[in-house]
């Protein structure tokens, strides 16, 4: 089966709600798609062809165009680079927020990157080897190692995302099946079958759920 993908805008908001000592801190992320590689992107730093957004209204109070307000910088782990990433940031001067765009390789608050954290998700639902078999291989494959504890992780917060996922990807593909009567383990497994190397790639199914929902596969959702 071929899905072929239009994107209407190479970026979109995403908004993340902090609730510290009942305040409430909203930082908002412009995730965008750079149209290249990891290594040029990386390469060109702070050079990088940003969204400009400096004739786009505050989407916090819509009172006062974005500003630049200069990079801050997050480290990032793929099978291609690891290293340093320059994140672009916009300023409101009226309400002093900022807004950050970010390449969408990278998975909001994790240093890997989408494609091994899929990756490994579908070594593990493929197989039926032992954990440590399971690791090994996906070493050999991607180049770089994933902890017990980094799967678990992935796991569990994939598993609690299930509902949401199976809803997105019913609504992206256009499936009939819900998948309600299978384990977590086996719906995961359908699910993370239907995510390729290429049409649609990691990436490409990530800024579709966001585009849909403001949320992808690890994302923390609100209860």
Not at 12 to 23: Q, T
Not at 205 to 217: K, P
């Amino acid at each position: 089966m071929i899905f072929i993908f239009h994107f209407i805008s190479v970026w979109f908001f995403v908004i993340i709600i902090y609730i510290c000592r009942n305040e409430v801190y909203i930082i908002m992320q412009l995730m965008f798609h750079p149209k290249v590689t990891v290594n040029e992107y990386q390469q060109k730093g702070k050079h990088f062809t940003f969204p400009d957004l400096t004739n786009t209204l505050c989407p916090h109070c819509r009172k006062d165009y974005l500003k630049k307000h200069g990079f801050y910088s997050r480290y990032f782990i793929s099978k291609e680079f690891s290293g340093i990433l320059f994140i672009r940031r916009h300023i409101c001067k009226c309400c002093g927020r900022t807004v950050s765009s970010i390449p969408y390789f990278c998975h909001p608050k994790r240093a890997y990157s989408i494609d091994f954290i899929i990756q490994v998700l579908k070594q593990y639902h493929s197989t039926t080897s032992s954990l440590k078999q399971t690791l090994e291989r996906f070493y050999s494959y991607f180049g770089c190692s994933c902890s017990r504890q980094l799967l678990y992780q992935y796991r569990k917060r994939f598993y609690r995302n299930l509902n949401f996922l199976i809803m997105s990807f019913i609504k992206i593909f256009s499936l009939k099946e819900t998948f309600m009567n299978c384990s977590d383990k086996e719906r995961a497994r359908q699910l993370l079958s239907m995510i390729h190397p290429s049409d649609p790639t990691p990436c490409d199914v990530s800024m579709m759920l966001f585009l849909d929902n403001n949320s992808t596969y690890l994302t923390q959702l609100a209860l």
